[in-house]
């Protein structure tokens, strides 16, 4: 019998956000379109609690607008154009909820919701994902991840289930991010690509922590990750890792 061959994981980083505006509902189309097996979106509270879509804590990079993401309620936030900073073709591109994101790519590929607190004690947006989450029942077609040790303590108090990733960027002692990924029960370390070593990814799988580094978008680097074992790789270009050797 043939061994059993290792999945590798073409995760599109906000979408497919090398070609369409990043956590658009075009980037998760395009990423669909490009066969990604997984979608990384990061998520954010609006004033009035919604859960959306967006990488910064304000609108500067995405709209020209220099408005705190989390002063505008959902119907504030609808009014601007996340597309057209990325090219004219998307102009007029809607930010989109945590929710629709789920509906446009359940049952299709798995969604990998990472929450973004800003270290905020106050718990909610982890609270309100997890509500989300729930209420839809899809806690079996998420990876929940965060830099934020807390908020993923308490998804993990919340659903028992679920997959989690723990992000690293590179800063500290990654055997002390093994620790926490192990008492947190996490499926995922999710380091940044340059601190990886094959000694950590060895480490790693010996917990059975299955490793993806961000953001790597040359094949040539995936081919190196991918005989260090690595399991997949966050990439904001998936159509360059099928059908190719990398
Ligand atoms: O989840 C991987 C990666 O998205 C983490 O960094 O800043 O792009 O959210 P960032
Ligand atoms: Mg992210």
């Known amino acids: 019998m043939e061994p059993a061959v290792k999945p590798f994981l073409v995760i599109a980083h906000r979408g497919a956000s090398g070609a369409a505006p990043e956590n658009t509902q075009a980037s998760l189309r395009l990423a669909m379109d490009l066969h990604a097996d997984m979608i990384e979106v990061d998520v954010r509270l609006s004033r009035d609690g919604v859960p959306i879509l967006s990488h910064d804590a ?37 930010i989109p909820t945590l929710e629709e994101a789920l509906h446009l790519v359940r049952a299709r590929v798995p969604l990998n919701i990472e929450i973004k607190t800003d270290g905020a004690v106050s718990g909610e947006t982890e609270e309100r994902v997890v509500e989300l989450v729930a209420r839809m029942g899809v806690e079996n077609q998420v990876l929940v991840s965060s830099f934020d040790e807390r908020a993923l303590q308490s998804v993990r108090r919340a659903l028992p289930r679920v997959k989690l990733g723990v992000l690293y960027d590179g800063r500290g002692d990654w055997q002390a991010f093994l620790r926490r990924a192990e008492l947190l029960k996490a499926a995922a370390f ?57």
């Open 58 to 94: 304000t609108l500067a990079r995405c709209t020209g607008h220099k408005i705190p993401v989390d002063s505008l309620t959902l119907e504030e936030l609808r009014r601007y154009d996340f597309g057209g900073w990325f090219s004219s073709e998307f102009i007029g591109e809607p």
């Open 190 to 246: 999710h380091p940044e690509e340059r601190s990886v070593t094959s000694e950590m990814v060895r480490t790693f799988h010996r917990s059975r922590i299955r490793v993806f580094p961000y953001v790597v978008d040359a094949p040539e680097r995936a081919a190196e990750f991918r005989q260090w074992q690595v399991d997949g790789v966050f990439t904001n270009y998936p159509g360059r890792f099928h059908n190719t050797s990398a």
